[in-house]
């Protein structure tokens, strides 16, 4: 069944049901919704044709039978690069078989069944972040739990790392996750096993703000042995997605899932990951919308920091070692950072006078033959460390104490 | 007594002692082992003398009376930059109480008897490092073992660290020293207890070349704790200081002998260090010439690491997590380095037919679907896992495997 053969009456009503405090505009809250199912996640092809016609007109013209030719121009004329024919042919392949059916209505029966909540880019609240994703953003999300959490986020960071975690790792996530709720941060991250799992509970366990992107639809919870987690995330926070429900989480998904994290959050830390792990994919896209990233440094001799050395290392991630860094990698550096150790000799007589100095008595001239610095200077000097208390002087001369 | 006042057979005699190998300008070493004793460690006026009048000359200069005028023209003129008068008055009043008496005479013959070799810049073989120092540079170098291992500075690395090491970075330590030995490098290193010690005692283990730069005298081995390990490495290396024999240590001394360790080595490692250690001294000389610098990583929750991090962070030193990674500092970076994992969709119709695929038969149509790529796209991808044995096709459709 085509979107132009429902009734608007039960579009209205099935999208009044998964957005209550917005009645504007069902029709194209509606066809996001049917996008967002049509077109995997970061679908350029299709956020440039959603960019060109919204989202209403282009699900009404592939409905209609757009030809490749069509739709390439429309892309070129748009995008105002050459869009070959063959992409828009190769796209609308991709679309067709799903954009058949009543599957979006069944989508937002279930959704709406669940509490589940549709979100579009034009609305009130919506995570501004992840718009710097341009064409290959979300369509819409769907979204478990409280709004407030989205207002929230332009004081967030995104908190991932291994599965496959370490003790020290899930220690320092949820040191972290805590430190970062204690300065007011929000808590993004991908609800997964290990350090995830721990940075959201730690959020949680703070009274923090905390989001989870799932791969998958929203309304099955992802690695299932995270139910609980889930449940409370969302009763606290938020759980989000990009693909409606009943969508299952793919290897693709969890990729696509991650651009989410980086973009939703102001920047991005990661904790602990192997050298191939799917946090560095998260991290990569952080640095490609130009995010800050940092990573935990950990032992050399530990396979689950390499990932993060490797970051370091290679691709200008910051060192961060606890949540004061992380937090300065959206607000800039506090003004407590102590400055290099001199190798420049500004203190280098008192040192050397000092060094000379003994709870023997010592005259000045030996003093002076001792730092190897002239009388004057040593005077000087002596005369600045009995004001600090530091050195005395008697009749045989001067001394420490 | 005056160098003038000594009979030159007595200079060439006392010189021959320590320099049995190289019997040119004795005058010029014998005043070159004077100002050792004479100007402390990176004493730059002493240097801009030295290179203006020779350390013979200066030495001629200073016995015959220089005033501070007289002294403040020649190095005004020599430097091309306005040296003050009351600067040269100070050097003067520093250089005077130790340029008397007969301390060069006593300082050579304790070397002589002890087998101590003194070293100038003009020798055949001398740390060329060293003379990056300029102006700061050593007058003399004062050295136990053999000058074999000289020759092998152009590759070499400083390995440097806190006194306090923990157990991991006593283990970083000699996995780095042993690694970097077997890479052909010779370890430079202060032979202080903690990561320096370490450091040589790996290298000694490994057959490696390895050096020990002290703050004090090459007679009087410091610490004492580390008498017999000093030892051993006089006997396969060598030990080295720009002190005289009899020269105490003092805090000064130590600072400036780290940029010793620094210039010497073509990089410097530091393996652990707390956030004041005074190996983020010796890491300070070497940025301040040039010198590639690397930290090793640790533990967050450690504090032995924390200068490490504090390196990595704010001053730009390279993270080094291997022998491999510390080497490329010095030969550049060897071509097995992955690629960044790409957020771009370069395996993307991989991943997503490969998610499509399951032990169940699927029609094309239905992997196209599922996957949510063109029919077309799905054909050739799973032409090519065929290919590969990734999967195979039967009557009723492709499967994995």
Chains 1, 2 share one sequence.
């Not at 960071?157 to 040191?175: F, S």
Request: glycine share 10%; net charge negative.
């Amino acid at each position: 069944m085509n979107m132009a053969e429902i009734d608007s009456a039960i579009i209205t009503e099935a999208i009044r049901a998964v957005r209550p405090d917005d009645a504007a505009e069902p029709g194209e809250a509606f066809a996001r919704a049917v996008w967002s199912g049509v077109a995997e996640p970061g679908d350029s092809v299709a956020g440039l044709a959603i960019a060109a016609l919204g989202a209403e007109g282009a699900l009404a013209a592939l409905h209609e039978g757009w030809t490749a030719e069509r739709l390439a121009k429309l892309l070129s004329d748009s995008s105002g690069e050459e869009v070959a024919a063959a992409t828009a042919a190769q796209a609308l392949e991709r679309w067709t078989p799903r954009a058949k059916g009543d599957f979006a209505l069944e989508h937002l029966r279930v959704a709406a069944h669940r509490g589940v909540r549709l979100r579009v880019p034009s609305d009130r609240v919506w995570p501004e972040g992840v718009d710097d994703l341009g064409l290959h953003g979300p369509i819409a999300l769907w979204t478990l739990g409280s709004e407030d959490v989205l207002r929230t986020l332009p004081r967030s960071i995104a908190l991932v790392g291994a599965r496959a975690a370490t003790g020290y790792g899930e220690h320092i996530a949820m040191e972290s996750a805590a430190g970062l709720v204690d300065r007011g941060f929000t808590i993004v991250s991908g609800a997964a096993y290990g350090i995830d799992g721990m940075a959201h509970r730690a959020a949680l366990a703070s009274g923090g703000g905390t989001i989870a992107f799932l791969a998958g639809g929203v309304d099955r919870f992802y690695p299932s042995g995270h139910d609980s987690l889930l449940r409370r995330i969302e009763a606290s926070g938020m759980v989000a997605s990009e693909l409606p429900c009943g969508s299952s989480p793919t290897r693709w998904r969890f990729l696509q899932r991650n651009r989410l994290i980086a973009a939703a959050s102001r920047a991005t830390v990661v904790i602990e990951a192997g050298r191939r792990s799917g946090s560095l994919n998260t991290a990569g896209h952080a640095a490609a919308i130009g995010r800050p990233l940092g990573a935990v440094p950990g032992p050399v001799t530990s396979a689950a920091s390499a990932g993060c050395h490797r970051l370091i290392r290679e691709y200008d991630a910051t060192c961060v070692t606890s949540a004061d860094e992380m937090a300065e990698l959206v607000i800039g550096p506090s003004d407590d950072r102590l400055a290099m150790p001199s190798s420049a000799p500004y203190d280098a007589e008192r040192v050397r006078v000092l060094d000379a100095l003994s709870n023997r008595s010592r005259s000045i001239d030996d003093i002076a033959r001792l730092s190897g610095l002239s009388v004057a200077t040593v005077q000087s000097m002596l005369g600045l460390l009995e004001l600090e208390g530091i050195a005395s002087v008697g009749e045989s001369g001067w001394r420490r104490g």
